[in-house]
């Protein structure tokens, strides 16, 4: 790649970057639906000419986000649920939840996704946060899905519904908690593992 091409996909990183921390800042101030390209542009210090030039919409600029975001905390695990059940074999002999602390890199990607204080602002505004939500669902689920069908033998319909419960079910949880990881968010999450470690094992063994 010639140095001029490289110096332009440069300034169109630090561009996008700019832009999609401006969302994010103002995503802390207000909800998604009150933000617009004008106000976007000016928290960017960027004109709305540029602001087209990269991105189509608001939702564009979303999108990315959820990428950066899921990219961010991503490790490769094979399988959500064979990843869940080391957990669970982790967490039965804890004599405090706390001790999950030193495990969180294990949970699944959904919820270390929202983990992250940087892209907090996503799951807390009601306007998007299904959507990111969804996304992760269709990302993972192209890696993960396969992987269920083929421990446990269920049809794709099957395996597409028991991750899409669990995706779903984390974030509702961790948002009715307000995503504060006190006592109470250890304890569940131990239960939580152990429940969902048993229903995994057990539809194993029905799909003998």
């Keep these: 790649m010639a140095e001029n091409e490289r110096k332009a996909d440069r300034r169109v990183a630090v561009t996008k970057t700019v832009i999609k921390d401006a ?5 802390k101030q207000d909800s998604f639906d009150k933000v617009t390209v004008a106000a976007l542009c ?13 991105y189509a919409g608001l939702m564009n600029v979303i999108d990315e986000l959820a990428d950066d975001a899921i990219g961010a905390v991503s490790h490769g695990d094979t399988s959500a649920y064979e990843t869940t059940a080391l957990l669970a074999e982790l967490v039965r002999p804890m004599e405090h939840a706390r001790e999950l602390e030193q495990y969180l890199d294990l949970l699944p990607i ?19 946060a299904e959507y990111i939500i969804l996304r ?20 794709r319909l099957e395996a597409e519904s028991i991750f899409l419960f669990g995706v779903m079910g984390a974030f509702a949880v961790n948002r009715s908690l307000h995503w504060t990881k006190d006592d109470n968010w250890y304890s569940i999450q131990r239960l939580l593992l152990t429940y969902a470690n048993g229903g995994y094992q057990a539809i194993k063994a029905l799909k003998k």
């Design 23 to 27: 969302m994010l800042a103002l995503l």
């Design 42 to 54: 000016r928290e960017a210090g960027v004109g709305r000419a540029t602001f087209y030039t990269h």
């Design 110 to 128: 959904c919820q270390r996704v929202a983990d992250d204080p940087r892209y907090r602002p996503l799951f807390k505004d009601d306007h998007i």
């Design 136 to 155: 992760i669902f269709r990302q993972e689920g192209a890696r993960v899905v396969p992987k269920l069908m083929e421990d446990t033998g269920m049809s």
